[in-house]
């Protein structure tokens, strides 16, 4: 949501910073002066949630008191809905109550924040009620991502030329784009590659940047490429659960062990999709061999 005044963006580049995953630089360089109401809200929305993308989910819940502006509530539904499995029943009623009343139902942080729970919650459909009408770059992104995750990429492309009609090169146009072109795969792979590329040249290195070029390098049979950029976005930060869940795959093609990569995931992220696969392997397995015992 960019400010509709006609004077420079105040909140570019903190934006940029949490779009690309510099979340400790979001939160370092947030002492912003001259800031409107509805500016300074959606500042504080993007450090609380600087702060749960780096799992301070504590500190969020903390600091966002029942007096706060609607933004700010739906923050911290987001931070109690990843802090603990017992509380996503009552986290995901409490959401659903918000969006049924009309005072503040169509609030767009709101439907942000609607999207990326029922999105983990993998109710896809559920998440695009709240966000398929759009109104916010953010929600265009996420649309990308949601429709990704249904595989179907040509509702993605309409979200991205949407997103294309509005700002070419918006941070989010790009890695909507690059998100794309890994889906489609085939000759779209080194184009998804250059974007990140393009950021790693453009802007500090981030986890999230580092994994980008390291998928594309994988999807592309590039291995040993792609583990490099993995480990370097491990010492960025260990728990980091999609480096960690990369690393396990990459492993995997190189003939390599995993299993440290995977019980690092599986304390760090118990939840992550991953995890829940290779459990549920393991439980198949177990019981096959108990079946021949």
Not at 127 to 152: D, P, S, W, Y
Not at 154 to 160: G, I, K, N, S, T
Request: proline share 3%.
């Amino acid at each position: 949501m960019a400010a509709t005044t006609g004077g420079p963006d105040q909140l570019f580049n903190l934006r940029n910073n949490f779009y690309l995953g510099a979340y400790q630089a979001a939160i370092n360089n947030s002492d912003l002066p001259n800031l409107s109401s509805d500016e300074a809200v959606e500042r504080d929305a993007l450090v609380f949630r600087s702060y749960i993308a780096l799992g301070s989910y504590q500190l969020v819940i903390n600091e966002i008191d029942d007096s706060a502006p609607t933004p700010l509530q739906a923050v911290k539904l987001l931070a109690l809905y990843l802090s603990s499995p017992a509380n996503k029943e009552s986290t995901i009623s409490s959401l659903k109550e918000w969006l049924a009343d009309a005072a503040i139902g169509s609030n767009p942080i709101l439907r942000l924040i609607a999207g990326i729970i029922f999105m983990h919650e993998e109710d896809y459909n559920e998440a695009l009620k709240h966000t398929n009408a759009g109104g916010a770059m953010e929600l265009h992104a996420l649309n990308v991502q949601i429709f990704i995750k249904m595989h179907r990429s040509d509702y993605a492309e309409r979200q991205l030329r949407v997103m294309q009609q509005i700002d070419e090169d918006h941070t989010l146009t790009q890695l909507a784009t690059a998100w794309l072109n890994l889906a489609v795969g085939g000759s779209k792979l080194q184009e998804a590659y250059l974007i990140f590329q393009d950021f790693s040249e453009k802007y500090p290195m981030t986890s999230l940047i580092l994994n980008g070029k390291a998928v594309c390098c994988m999807h592309m049979g590039n291995f040993d490429e792609a583990e490099t950029l993995l480990l370097e976005a491990l010492n960025k930060d260990a728990k980091d659960p999609e480096t960690l869940a990369n690393l396990v795959v990459c492993s995997l093609h190189l003939g390599k062990s995993s299993s440290r990569y995977l019980s690092q995931l599986k304390l760090s992220h118990p939840g992550h999709m991953l995890v829940k696969r290779s459990s549920s392997a393991e439980d198949g397995f177990e019981r096959a061999v108990q079946a021949f015992a």
